[in-house]
Structures are given as C-alpha cells and as structure tokens.
T-cell receptor, first 107, second 124 residues
Framework: DIQMTQSPSSLSASVGDRVTLTCRAS??????LSWFQQKPGRAPNLLIY???GLHSGVPSRFSASGSGTDFTLTISSLQPEDFATYYC?????????FGQGTKVEIK | QITLKESGPTLVKPTHPLTLTCTFS??????????VGWIRQPPGKALEWLAL???????RYSPSLKNRLTISKDTSKNQVVLTLTNMDPEDTATYFC????????????????WSQGTTVAVSS
C-alpha cells in the first residue's frame, strides 16, 4: 500500500496568511494526487486534481504543485471560510489511500 | 449535474451486517472508466477508503476489510450497494459514496463528487 503522510497535522494561522500544506507519498503516485477540504459535519470537497488542476468553482487562492512523491497545497491569502481540515489522496494504485489530514485553525 | 445519496440504517447491532445503498444521478456506471467508491470516517478521525466498483464490474476492496466487504451495482437503478459484515463498535463512522472520474480523464481518477454522508453507530 502507498502511505500518504501529511504535515503538519495542524497549524494556526491568521486571515490573510499564506499557508502551505505538505503531502508525501511512500512511493510515486505519478499525476494521481488530489486534495480535499472538509469542514465539520460536511462531506469532503475536491479542491485539486491531477497534482495541480483547480477543480471547478474553487477560488484561485488555492494552488498546488509537486511531483513523484512530494506535493504541496498553498493557500495564498487565508480567508475565514478556509479554516477546515485538508486531506490528500492518491489514486495511482489500489488500495486508495488518504493522508491523515492537516487541520487549519484560527490563530 | 452529478449527485449521490446514501441510504441505510443509522444504528446496527454488533455482529450484524450493515448494508448501505448509494443512489446516484447525472452519470452512468456503464460509461467506460467511471467508478463509484465508498469511504468512511470514524468520529474525529481521518478518511478511510473502503471499496470501489468500476463500470466493467471490477471490484476492489480495502485489504484490511476485504473479508467483510461486498460491493455491487445495479446499473438499471443507478445504485451501488455496500455490505459490511460482522459490525463492531469500531465501525461506527460516517459513510460516504463518491463518483470517481476515469483515470484517463483530466480529473485523473479523483473522487470529484461526494454524497452528504450517513452516520452509522454500532451499539447493542
């Protein structure tokens, strides 16, 4: 199984901050890496697909990059509605595996 | 517009099976490359992938739960059914189904549309 490790597990930031989240795979996942945002009591929402593709309707302050095993999600200017938990997912191989999540909290 | 919605019990007794149905619209499970997956999330914990069924009836399972899981589809009803046998309190979670885009499409096999989730408690 491919293990997905996210860091940090949580972070505190202020509105307007630039925030970078990291996801590392135990082996290559090619381009099959996506990012999700989840708010309490809600289903995850797809933000990014194919490493860096911005899903329809997702604000442009979200961007992502990476290759092979190392990936990042960046929020250029944190907004109040961005406080949530973020997960990465590899869809390169089975079983599908998620990272353990990064919780972005208000400082 | 793709939508998915789960249905099933909210409370299951230990050792009993759980059967959840995902009813979807806006796409066909006859379309090459499309899949429907099940994912769960125990309270306060991370997302856990459970199973996936493809348009061609290929079925894949989480290795840790493989002996307890069955996934099936009824294309005529636009439904995918997940059964998890021998339920335990540790299976208490919110269960989601999700549309998986084809691996060859731009979305690169992402779970792009999710159901709202259904919370299942395991208790006697």
């Amino acid at each position: 199984d491919i293990q997905m490790t996210q860091s940090p597990s949580s972070l505190s930031a202020s509105v307007g901050d630039r925030v970078t989240l990291t996801c590392r795979a135990s082996e290559t996942v090619d381009k099959y890496l996506s990012w999700f945002q989840q708010k309490p009591g809600r289903a995850p929402n797809l933000l990014i697909y194919g490493i860096s593709g911005l899903h329809s309707g997702v604000p442009s302050r979200f961007s992502a990059s990476g290759s092979g095993t190392d990936f990042t999600l960046t929020i250029s200017s944190l907004q109040p509605e961005d406080f949530a938990t973020y997960y990465c997912l590899q869809s390169y191989s089975l079983p599908r595996t998620f990272g353990q999540g990064t919780k972005v909290e208000i400082k | 517009q793709i939508t998915l919605k789960e249905s099933g019990p909210t409370l299951v007794k230990p050792t009993h099976p759980l059967t959840l149905t995902c009813t979807f619209s806006g796409f066909s499970l006859n379309t090459t490359g499309v899949g429907v997956g099940w994912i769960r999330q125990p309270p306060g914990k991370a997302l856990e992938w459970l199973a996936l069924i493809y348009w061609n009836d290929d079925k894949r399972y989480s290795p840790s739960l493989k002996n307890r899981l069955t996934i099936s589809k009824d294309t005529s009803k636009n439904q995918v059914v997940l059964t998890l046998t021998n339920m335990d309190p540790e299976d208490t979670a919110t269960y989601f189904c999700a549309h998986q885009a084809p691996w060859f499409a731009e979305l690169s096999a992402a779970f792009d549309i999710w159901s709202q989730g259904t919370t299942v408690a395991v208790s006697s």
